[in-house]
């Protein structure tokens, strides 16, 4: 087996796992955006390991399929960021937590019923 | 076995990036270690065979995701602090590092049973490399994504528009000015730079996609140099946010999109299957119009604006 691809492989697994956490222990949008990025990070490296990038001729499909997810990824990350930044503006806050959310979710609503 | 050492100092990089990244207190050094982080995997990639992935993760992961990052947080900071993470719950503090391991010894796991696999023949990828001169280009990737898997580019660039539109849809408020902080026009070295700079980024942009073809580049990459050129005169106050968007940026948006789909079906019509562009000329013709929308869509999305103009 060829030793650089265990390498990246280990990292890939690394990269998610540190992603997951980064994820589950913050409530900052923009820290677990970037823990998000970080899963999608290590997901191709994965791919792109297993597709036999590490020796010989690699193969194209999986190739062109991170390439694809890379855009897809800055696609989402840009929306997700337009709606940090609504978010920002509709509560004051740069968190989610349930409380926040209920409390944004009633001032919609009485703003529906005032209309 | 420099080879070898090569992987293993990335791959510590990597690593040890992505842990600051999540771990790092202030948040503008998370978003800047997450930059470094793509810097590295495109060097990851470079060393993995995939030129494409490395030139891409260099101009969109860590380029323009980091513009768009940096860019939040600087709008985020306008009224003040930069935010820190508040404390979580006891209980779910303590679950999350043994959920983290878990999943990425699942990784570990599936990843070491499908390296052990022995290689089968007749996988996509070998069909791809055996049929590759049907497609009329000779890098592979190119191939893939405009020849056997065009479904999935042009879902691709309705994702990005998709993804503008709803941003569109939740920025209620217009604000000329979103970009907090002096504008420095005035500097005489940054008419010095921009007229150095930009017209490179045309130059490399134009080069990436005339490349795709026989060596690494492509649309994405090219729009993505683009974009930054764009992002660069609006970051220099050349451009600035325009309450509506124009007729021509609405052509440019749907650009992409529009002229891979006639092609598509003009195809149809002669005979062919739908999407199965017939020779270089057409990939060209479509990769053009998809690197004009992905670079406009790119700028306006940092630009959190309807559309662009020139400073009056």
């Not at chain 1, 999986?62 to 929306?79: D, E, K, N, R, W």
């Not at chain 2, 930059?35 to 323009?64: K, Q, Y």
């Not at chain 2, 729009?223 to 309450?243: D, H, M």
Request: hydrophobic share 60%.
């Amino acid at each position: 087996m060829n030793p650089s691809a265990v390498i990246y492989l280990l990292t890939a697994a690394a990269v998610f796992g540190i992603g997951l956490y980064g994820l589950l222990q913050s409530r900052q949008i923009l820290r677990q955006l970037l823990s998000i990025n970080l899963m999608g990070g290590g997901i191709f490296l994965l791919l792109i390991t297993l597709g036999g990038g590490a020796d010989g001729r690699p193969d194209p499909v999986p190739q062109a399929m991170v390439l694809t997810g890379i855009v897809i990824a800055v696609s989402a990350t840009a929306f997700a960021l337009a709606l940090l930044l609504r978010w920002h503006e509709l509560s004051g806050s740069t968190e989610l937590d349930a409380d926040a959310i209920a409390d944004a979710i009633a001032d919609a609503v009485a703003d529906a019923h005032d209309d | 076995m420099i080879g070898l050492a090569i992987d293993s100092v990335l791959a510590l990089g990597i690593v040890w990036l992505a842990l600051q990244t999540v771990r790092s207190v202030s948040m503008l050094q998370a978003v800047l270690m997450f930059i470094v982080f793509g810097l590295l995997m495109s060097l990851a990639w470079a060393r993995l065979h995939a030129p494409d992935l490395a030139l891409a993760e260099a101009a969109i992961g860590a380029g323009i995701t980091g513009a768009l990052l940096l860019v939040t947080w600087r709008r985020l900071q306008a009224d003040g602090h930069d935010p820190v993470d508040s404390e979580l719950p006891a209980q779910s503090k303590w679950l999350t590092i043994p959920t983290a391991c878990a999943a990425a010894l699942l990784i570990v796991i599936v990843g070491w049973i499908a390296l052990q696999l022995p290689a089968v023949p007749g996988t996509a990828g070998d069909l791809a490399w055996q049929r590759l001169g049907e497609i009329g280009v000779s890098n592979p990737v190119t191939g893939v994504l405009l020849g056997f898997r065009a479904y999935d580019t042009l879902m691709e660039m309705a994702v990005l528009l998709a993804a503008w539109l709803g941003a569109r849809a939740v920025a209620t408020t217009y604000r000329p000015g979103a970009l907090p902080g002096p504008v420095h026009v005035e500097v005489p070295l940054v008419g010095a730079l921009l007229s150095l700079v930009v017209p490179i980024s045309i130059l490399v942009a134009v080069y990436l996609l005339q490349a795709g073809g026989s060596a690494p580049g492509g649309a994405f990459q090219g729009g993505a140099v683009l974009a930054a050129g764009g992002v660069l005169l609006f970051l220099t106050g050349r451009l600035e946010a325009a309450p509506r968007t124009s007729g021509l940026e609405r052509v440019g948006l749907i650009l992409g999109i529009a002229v891979f789909s006639l092609m598509g079906l003009m195809v149809m019509a002669t005979g062919g299957h739908m999407l199965a562009l017939p020779g270089a000329w057409a990939i060209y013709l479509v990769e053009t119009a998809l690197l004009l929308s992905i670079a406009l869509s790119l700028v306006l999305l940092f630009a959190a604006a309807p559309g662009l103009r020139r400073m009056s």
